[in-house]
């Protein structure tokens, strides 16, 4: 429906060809727009609901306080594995996550994890290098997502979030506790919950508008010739190039597959190859621009950091075991 809406809006509307890059990107600039913001929406009243109902302390002092092994992180790479989404739109699940106070290592599982593994690049992947690349993609996937959150959650960097995202918790916990004290029934909280919602949209609304618009100047922009030409000699510096070089980029995993199998062909390492594809997906400029809302540059930093080393790594082990 939003997808028709924004064909509408841009095609049939404003009169622009959906065979021009401009026609393109502003399609995508509309479509992308309306449903991250109506995902931020969402979540936001779903973890409204859920903290009136189970607080933030609780979950919190059970995730910190349960010795599961490392489990916390796995679910929460396979929880973003199965989620559809691009980094862009993994981002008001992360808000929605960071809110309802689960650590910070969890949601950045899900972070890493949930742009890198989807079904449909999955189901490309499958029938574009069979099953044995595949799964190594996939679990490399997950394994990123687990690893880089445990390394990041014990990296103690909760007091990085923004000033912003710390008051929505404080805000939440204060909340939830006035309503359990006087024991305020489901219907009477839903007004507030949805208030709070809307004030966490209007909050980000010009993140989102920013990181978008960089997304849409880029979307689908991948000088595939440039690059096969530059990637495809098997030097030690070709993977830490690829990364490099595929962070202005901006595509979802589906997107990407095809231009992955181009690079292929003309003689990119698979390794090389899969690594810049992870990077275009998990490194992208918008999903840093939508993120200042909720972390402060330094935070930023090791994120993108520590995801970029663990990719290159991940490249390097590929072109010697492919």
Same mark, same amino acid.
């Given at each position: ?130 099953? @044995?690349?595949? =799964? %190594? #993609?996939?679990?490399? $996937? !997950?394994?990123? &997502? ?55 949209? @209007?909050?980000? =609304? %010009? #993140?989102?508008?920013? $990181? !978008?618009?960089? &997304? ?107």
């Amino acid at each position: 429906m939003i997808q028709k809406f924004a064909d509408w809006l841009v095609y049939n509307i404003m009169n622009l060809s959906p065979e021009t890059p401009i026609g393109i990107s502003v399609n995508f600039f509309f479509y992308d727009t309306i449903k991250i913001l109506i995902l931020l929406f969402l979540i936001s009243s779903l973890m409204g609901i859920i903290n009136a109902y189970f607080p933030i302390e609780k979950l919190r002092n059970f995730l910190i306080n349960h010795k599961l092994y490392g489990l916390q992180y796995l679910l929460a790479s396979l929880f973003g594995a199965i989620t559809p989404f691009c980094s862009c739109s993994s981002v008001p699940l992360f808000i929605g996550f960071v809110k309802g106070g689960i650590p910070l290592g969890v949601t950045f599982s899900f972070l890493i994890t949930s742009p890198l593994v989807n079904e449909v690049a999955v189901a490309m992947f499958l029938g574009s290098f069979g099953w @044995k690349i595949t =799964l %190594i #993609y996939v679990l490399s $996937g !997950i394994i990123l &997502g687990t690893v880089g959150g445990f390394v990041l959650g014990k990296m103690g960097l909760s007091r990085y979030l923004s000033e912003w995202v710390k008051q929505i918790q404080v805000d939440s916990e204060q909340q939830t506790a006035e309503w359990e004290e006087n024991k305020i029934g489901f219907f009477k909280r839903l007004p507030t919950i949805i208030k709070e919602s809307l004030k966490i949209v @209007k909050g980000v =609304l %010009i #993140y989102i508008i920013i $990181g !978008i618009a960089i &997304g849409a100047a880029m979307h689908g922009y991948v000088p595939e010739q440039f690059f096969a030409e530059y990637l495809s000699a098997d030097k030690w510096w070709c993977v830490p190039l690829a990364v490099i070089l595929a962070v202005p980029m901006y595509a979802n995993a589906a997107g990407i597959v095809p231009v992955i199998e181009v690079f292929v062909a003309k003689g990119v390492p698979i390794g090389t190859a899969i690594a810049f594809m992870m990077a275009v997906v998990g490194l992208s400029l918008p999903e840093m621009t939508m993120l200042k809302k909720v972390m402060t540059w330094k935070l930023i930093g090791i994120f993108f950091g520590t995801i970029t080393i663990c990719i290159i790594l991940s490249g390097y082990l590929f072109n010697l075991i492919l």
